[in-house]
Nanobody
C-alpha cells in the first residue's frame, strides 16, 4: 500500500517535496524499485523519476532533469521527490509506484502497486 502526501499550491520558481509511504506485505521495501509519475488534466500519465532498490541508480525525465531529485529511506519505507524551480507545466497529480523489477524503469507497466496521488499546482 502506498500513500502519497505533500502536494500543494506553490508559485512558479518555488520548491515542494512530495513523499510516499510504503506499507509492504511479503516483500521488503528495500527490494522494490520506486517511481514517481504524474498526470495532468486531459493528459496521459507520464514518467517523472525512478530509483533502484538501493538508491544508487536513478532516472529522470528530460523535463525535470536538473530540477527534481528522487530519494528513498529504506529504514523508513519512504520515497521522496524534491521539486525545485517549479513551472506551471509541472502542475499535475503526482503518483508513486512500486515495482518488483530488478532495475528501475520508466514504463508504468513496470510498477505493480500505486498510491492514490497528491495534487501539485504551480501558479504562474
Amino acid at each position: 500500500q502506498l500513500q502519497a502526501s505533500g502536494g500543494g499550491l506553490v508559485p512558479a520558481g518555488g520548491s515542494l517535496r512530495v513523499s510516499c509511504a510504503c506499507t509492504t506485505s511479503g516483500r521488503a521495501f528495500n527490494t522494490l524499485i520506486m517511481g514517481w509519475f504524474r498526470q495532468a488534466p486531459g493528459k496521459e500519465r507520464e514518467f517523472v523519476a525512478t530509483i533502484s532498490w538501493s538508491g544508487r541508480d536513478t532516472i529522470y525525465s528530460e523535463s525535470v532533469k536538473g530540477r527534481f531529485t528522487i530519494s528513498r529511506d529504506n529504514a523508513k519505507n519512504m520515497v521522496y521527490l524534491q521539486m525545485n524551480k517549479l513551472k506551471p507545466e509541472d502542475t499535475a497529480v503526482y503518483y508513486c509506484g512500486a515495482g518488483l523489477a530488478n532495475m528501475p524503469t520508466t514504463n508504468p507497466r513496470g510498477y505493480e502497486y500505486w498510491g492514490q496521488g497528491t495534487q501539485v499546482t504551480v501558479s504562474s
